[in-house]
């Protein structure tokens, strides 16, 4: 079930993201991290510079540089690296110092990744990172989403894309039911062919339906999550928890072959 589950790693250099806001900002203390992670059995380390959470605001281009660019160069070292981020300047800098993937929660960067010649992830979100929870609606969201993910996959690998994953894009502009049916339905989203990686690690949906409010006590949630993602076949789960994350994926698939 899970032999095929990579774990990506999230390493947000930033002050303000929703779950670990402030935690990595200093450039040292963000590489050591990210070194943590690869040893930890993470496949890929993304890391991101302009929080995408609830409500958030812009981040001047040349902030985002700063706080991304030194960490991706250092990191590129060690294993392979993704830059989260939905601007193209940040984009090609961080591929040119080493980034190896381009995680976009805008999907508007596949024919940028066609030029580059990197992995490019497509996630769907409605609205902006400000508007994107006021009254999301859908007539039905999974097939809305897919339909979504599948024109700008397929455009980007008209492109030149190497490789396109697709992410249904959960806690992004829809509500704990829209989460729901989207994790429900990842069948269809891995029957496309295409790669799905799935980020849901600490987000509110998780708090909702277990009641805990603080995004760091829900670990016990988001590895049932991962594990589920896996079981379904999703090919990456993004995730802020990558020892505990990636031990239960080891452990479930080592019950599956005995």
């Not at 789960?237 to 080592?254: C, G, N, P």
């Amino acid at each position: 079930m899970t032999v095929d589950c990579s774990v990506m790693g999230i390493l947000n250099v930033t002050p303000d993201s929703f779950s670990d806001g402030g935690d990595w900002r200093d450039h040292g203390e963000a590489i050591a991290r990210g070194r943590e992670m690869f040893e930890q059995g993470a496949a890929i380390v993304d890391v991101g510079g302009e929080s995408t959470r609830p409500g958030a605001l812009p981040v001047p281009e040349q902030v985002e540089l700063r706080r991304v660019v030194p960490v991706v160069e250092a990191l590129s070292e060690y294993g392979t690296v993704s830059i989260d981020t939905r601007h193209p300047i940040v984009a090609k800098s961080a591929v040119e110092h080493g980034a190896k993937m381009i995680n976009d929660v805008s999907a508007s960067l596949g024919e940028l990744a066609g030029r580059l010649g990197v992995s490019w992830v497509a996630m769907h979100m409605q609205g902006t990172p400000g508007s994107m929870q006021v009254s999301p609606h859908y007539e039905d969201v999974v097939s809305e989403v897919l339909t979504y993910l599948l024109r700008a996959a397929n455009q980007a690998m008209d492109c030149g894309a190497p490789e396109v994953l697709i992410d249904p894009g959960i806690g992004f502009g829809k509500s704990v039911a829209h989460n729901i049916e989207l994790l429900q339905g990842l069948d269809r989203f891995v029957s496309t062919g295409f790669p799905v990686l799935v980020g849901a690690s600490r987000k509110r949906f998780i708090g909702e339906l277990t009641g805990e409010p603080r995004p760091k006590e829900r670990l016990g949630g988001s590895v049932a999550v991962a594990l589920e993602c896996a079981r379904r076949g999703v090919g990456i789960v993004r995730v802020h928890d990558v020892k505990e994350t990636r031990q239960a994926l080891d452990l479930v698939s080592a019950l599956d072959h005995q």
